[in-house]
């Protein structure tokens, strides 16, 4: 097949232990899966789990051992981080169960789903998209990935987010309202899953503001960290 010019680079993301890249096909993020996090964004009860999408080459690979240098994006004056989860697909499928979702998991990784939070608060007053808000260059710095033959499936741990070596948000992964299996089958009701996609599982309490010059260390138990400067 002829291109009418060349295709652009496939994102890759680093995986602990290889120098083998995960190819990305898709990004998808769910809203407000931590209640204290829920609460501060307004939540009010129990909801279904709810989806967003960044595009695949928003996913900025930080090798184990290194910083990543994330541009402040354009646009905003209130750069939020939410450190979070990330499960990486290994295989295609559709209509899955939670009892079947394990066997979906390539592996995980330490993400973090940067928001220009004051696009976001605009799209929710108007009752217009996020994908400004969420899908932009660089907005989601994400470490290695650590295959689930290595960590064996995730349920708990701790996952937190240091900003300049202060404590900015500290929870564990079993606060989740909806469990890693639950998000897989959820999404795979909407979506034709295939491998190489990401989700992003939700973020927990403590969502703040970040300026150029912050540095940012992100861990979940098992994972390791994730360190982003920003530049
Ligand atoms: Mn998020």
Sequence with gaps: MDLVFPAQKQTTVAVDGTNAEFPVHRI??????????AK??????????????????????????TIGEMPYPPMTKNLHHEIELVVAIGKDGKDITVEEAPKYVWGYA?????????????????????????????SAPIGPIHPVSATQWIAHGAIGLNVNGKARQNSDVNKLIWNVAEVISCLSHLYTLKAGDLIFTGTPEGVAAVVPGDLLEGEIE???ELKVKLI
């Design 110 to 138: 330490v993400g973090l789903d940067m928001t220009r939070r004051d696009l976001q608060a605009e799209a929710k007053d108007q009752g217009r998209p996020w994908c400004t808000a969420k899908g932009f260059d660089f």
């Design 222 to 224: 098992g994972l390791g």
């Design 28 to 37: 998808y993020c769910v809203g407000r899966n931590y209640v204290e996090h």
């Design 40 to 65: 501060e964004m307004g939540w009010t009860g129990r909801e279904a789990p709810f989806f967003f999408m960044k595009p695949a080459d928003a996913a900025m690979s930080v090798p184990a051992g």
